[in-house]
């Protein structure tokens, strides 16, 4: 007969072996995915962007980290360390792909901001709006800038633009702290904490993680919110307890942070607190106060510029849902991929959102016991009715909402979940169980009596979940790098406009059919800029039937030293062709009737695109083609 200790060293390597398991998967997606962006090729994007460039190895070994995400997140045996590995490696995946495979930072707006840490630099100080033009509100919101430009004289770098490629991926690691506080605040169920975060990063899609004030501001946004629902949030009948002066003097840092960084964002922040107030546990109006008395600071100070200015559009736009809602998809999209991508992304918040509501109606305990993060998930939906953001406010209150929309669409994939006090009182009830049996003579509890509601229900709690946390993570990329063809510009149109403005004289004028092009916002304290494709449909109509002649009217004001540029770019093509403007074959007409009339000379060329000046009229005789 075997003896039971030469058992023993297996049985302890079979436990060890149950510990780490989850390791395999994890790193098997690793690297295939580090296969796979070495074997991705983004130098000929199609209408589709990163997504039918990326190699089929990324895509396998997503689907093999989901796949083990949810093995290991639905063992409530588990080690928290491991969901947390996998939600890294999610991020990782999601966040740093772009960064890993293109050579440039990605988005016109991206650069765009770079331009202004540029200017702060430059300058050594704030500018006006006779100064500055339309350019002064983002000196008048300046937080977000001048933390910029003093990190990048801490670090040493030139300019921004040395970092914020990782930016996507820096600003969601930042989010997670404050996630995890505002989930651990109604339950200590961990499947319920991790999948709610997975699907908070799988469904924030928006792209107001690049470099921008939006992303810091939405992580302080969340930080507020986690410090109120954690330390501002009494029982009934402590309601009037004085709180710790500490969390004020942080609530204060967090809030002023947000008001003098970012313009839409504190509303948001109010409205949310507003709505906690409707709860008799979170009815404390110091949140409330500080936000608003910080904000109409602010508002009545530094911004009172730029706010009177556009206040009249602000006061007309509000009540009109239907236009702000509709233009917030701004151009039409143009081309199988660009429908196909928009539509990607529209599913992907639909279904998180209908899964928010099926969670609700699935697990009443957390109708009640969570109803604070269900008012803040609903609370950024009036804002349809303030504005349109220049055309983004459906974007923005999609974000806003995914917080507390995630948690309700992670209860909706689990079993039955247990709240925080629902988890408390059956503690207290158990306890009291045992010690009512132990006085009795009958001795404690069985242990499988005792851990029978924790059994998974296996016909819905493995598959349908599985299923559905893949399609969402999948669904993720074409949401997010589908337009990667209009984000990414390559080495050479960034060394293309870099020329063009190393070589402006101060005054001059940079003509475009848009903006979406890399530095298209530099030196903006000396160059003007002119995006013709801004114009009425009509002056764009007469751009395209007489283009010569048209654009050298338009530049012919700037007077010498300084010079007239038209840039035509692979960023403004892509753009124009893919959100419907004007075809590339238009575009072309105009470059071609440009490089034909003797009122233009090409300064500058390569593979991303060309530069002319506009030659003055007197060298040409006045002729113009």
């Not at 998930?377 to 209150?397: D, H, K, N, Q, T």
């Not at 009512?436 to 709690?461: H, S």
Request: hydrophobic share 50%; aromatic share 10%; glycine share 8%.
């Amino acid at each position: 007969m075997t003896d039971l200790a030469d058992l023993a060293p297996l049985w302890t390597a079979r436990q060890r072996g149950a510990r780490v398991w989850p390791a395999l998967p994890l790193l098997v997606a690793l690297a295939l995915w580090g296969y796979g962006i070495a074997r991705t090729d983004v130098s000929h994007l199609d209408d589709f962007g990163l997504v039918s460039a990326l190699h089929p190895a990324f895509w396998a070994g997503l689907a093999v980290l989901t796949a083990g995400f949810w093995c290991t997140v639905r063992d409530p045996k588990r080690a928290q360390g491991w969901s947390l590995a996998y939600v890294l490696g999610l991020l990782l995946m999601e966040r740093a792909t772009q960064a890993l495979v293109y050579p440039t930072p990605l988005y016109a707006w991206a650069w765009k901001h770079d331009a202004v840490v540029d200017h702060l630099l430059t300058a050594g100080g704030l500018g006006t709006e006779e100064q500055l033009g339309d350019m002064a509100v983002y000196d008048q919101w300046p937080g977000f800038f001048a933390a910029q430009a003093a990190l990048v004289r801490l670090l040493g770098v030139d300019n921004t633009a040395m970092y914020m490629a990782w930016w996507p991926l820096v600003s969601s690691l930042m989010l997670l702290l404050p996630l995890l506080l505002i989930y651990r605040t109604f339950t200590t169920d961990r499947r319920l904490i991790w999948t709610s975060v997975w699907l908070f990063y799988v469904a924030n899609w928006v792209g107001q993680d690049y470099f921008s004030p939006q992303s810091v501001a939405f992580v302080l946004h969340v930080g507020v919110l986690a410090v109120v629902l954690r330390r501002y949030g009494g029982r009934r009948g402590h309601r009037g307890r004085p709180r710790p002066a500490v969390w004020t003097v942080l609530l204060t840092m967090l809030v002023t942070t947000i008001v003098v960084s970012h313009q839409l964002t504190p509303g948001m922040l109010v409205v949310c607190l507003l709505a906690l107030c409707l709860t008799r546990r979170y009815r404390h109006w110091v949140p409330v106060v500080t936000v608003v008395v910080i904000f109409l600071a602010w508002c009545l100070t530094a911004a009172l510029p730029f706010l009177s200015a556009a206040m009249p559009d602000m006061i007309r736009s509000v009540g009109d849902v239907g236009a702000n809602v509709e233009t917030g998809y701004e151009a039409t999209p143009t081309g199988a991929g660009a429908i196909a991508t928009s539509w990607a992304a529209r599913l992907l918040s639909g279904s998180v959102l209908l899964l928010a509501a099926l969670g609700v109606l699935r697990q009443p305990v957390l109708r009640y016991r969570a109803l604070p993060l269900l008012l803040v998930a609903a609370a950024p939906l009036p804002m349809f009715v303030a504005s349109s953001y220049g055309s983004e406010m459906i974007f923005r209150v999609l974000m806003f909402m995914l917080p507390g929309a995630a948690f309700f669409a992670g209860a909706a994939l689990l079993p039955k979940v247990r709240t925080l006090a629902a988890d408390l009182a059956a503690r207290e009830a158990a306890g009291r169980e045992v010690a009512g049996r132990e006085v009795a003579g009958r001795g404690p509890v069985p242990a499988a009596r005792r851990r029978r509601f924790r059994l998974p229900d296996l016909r819905y709690g493995v598959w349908v979940p599985l299923v559905a946390l893949l399609a969402g993570t999948l669904a993720f990329v074409p949401a997010y790098a589908g337009k990667d063809r209009i984000n990414y510009f390559p080495p050479a149109e960034v060394a293309l406009v870099r020329n063009l403005f190393d070589q402006a004289p101060e005054g001059s004028l940079v003509v475009a059919a848009n903006r979406n092009y890399p530095l298209a916002y530099d030196s903006y304290w000396s160059v003007d800029h002119y995006w013709f494709l801004d114009d009425g449909r009509s002056h764009v109509d007469a751009i395209v039937r007489s283009p010569a002649a048209t654009l050298a009217r338009d530049m012919s004001a700037v007077a010498p030293p300084a010079r007239a540029y038209l840039l035509l770019s692979q960023g403004q093509i892509a753009n124009s062709e893919m959100d419907g403007q004007l075809d590339g074959a238009k575009l072309e007409r105009i470059r071609r009737s440009v490089a034909a009339s003797p009122r233009f000379r090409l300064v500058a060329e390569n593979s991303a695109g060309t530069v002319y000046v506009l030659e003055p009229a007197a060298e040409t005789g006045g002729v113009v083609r």
